[in-house]
């Protein structure tokens, strides 16, 4: 059964760095054909791709987030992370991660709520 | 970049068919999945590759797609299919991954 659990700090201030790791059980994240990728919900709104990353360790990142968004994973930890610089209100959401096939997203975590706040 | 335009809200009585659109250009061309996400919960999909059902997802929950517009039809809807839905597709041309708005579905 794969399970994927969100895990960070709930609060981030202005203009700091958000840091999320994803731990992730019962698949090895180095299994070829997945992806891990993060979403983002802001309070009341629609689901925002933010990026992803291949067992191979290619990178895809929404153009709109791209310049401040770095995804890497921890293979030996089975764990894959977030990292979004230079945090505004408008970053303040739930922050899923998921597996996904090129197509579609199958399994997601259950997401944690990030706050930006001073 | 790739849109994808769902209307924001549907309200229904019991045991109607209620049908969730989404636009996008030429959106036949792409595969459409759709994701239900009750209150507080992550997405769940509900129909992938436009029209298939992963495990466990009632016959009620059904998809096609044609032109420039997807669809998700709930048969005999009921209270608990009440929740937010949304697609997504895959732009293979800017390798994005993208979401429609979503739409609120209310059972009266």
């Known amino acids: 059964q794969v399970q994927l659990q969100e895990s960070g700090p709930g609060v981030v201030k202005p203009s700091e760095t958000l840091s999320l790791t994803c731990s992730v059980s019962?698949?090895?994240?180095?299994?070829?054909?997945?992806?891990w990728g993060w979403i983002r919900q802001s309070p009341g709104k629609g689901l925002e791709w933010i990026g992803s990353?291949?067992?191979?360790?290619?990178?895809y990142y929404n153009p709109s987030l791209k310049s401040r968004v770095s995804i890497s994973v921890d293979t030996s930890k089975n764990r894959v992370s977030l990292k979004l610089d230079s945090v505004t209100a408008a970053d303040t959401a739930a922050y899923h991660c998921?597996?996904?096939?090129?197509?579609?997203?199958?399994?997601w975590g259950q997401g944690t709520l990030v706050t930006v706040s001073s | 970049s790739y849109v994808l335009t769902q209307p924001p809200s549907l309200s229904l009585a019991p045991g109607q068919t209620a049908r969730i659109t989404c636009g996008g250009s030429?959106?036949?061309?792409?595969?459409v999945h759709w994701y239900q996400q009750m209150p507080g919960q992550a997405p769940a999909m509900v129909v992938y590759?436009?029209?298939d059902r992963p495990s466990g997802i009632p016959e009620r929950f059904s998809g096609t797609n044609s032109g420039n517009t997807a669809t998700l039809t709930i048969s005999r809807v009921e209270a608990g299919d009440e929740a937010d839905y949304y697609c997504?597709?895959?732009?293979?041309?800017?390798?994005?991954?993208?979401f429609g708005g979503g739409t609120k579905l209310t059972v009266l």
């Open positions: 998921a597996r996904h096939e090129l197509r579609y997203f199958d399994q």
């Open positions: 019962g698949v090895s994240i180095n299994r070829t054909r997945y992806y």
């Open positions: 990353i291949y067992y191979s360790g290619s990178t």
């Open positions: 030429n959106i036949v061309s792409k595969s």
């Open positions: 590759d436009d029209r």
């Open positions: 997504q597709v895959w732009d293979s041309s800017s390798d994005r991954w993208v």
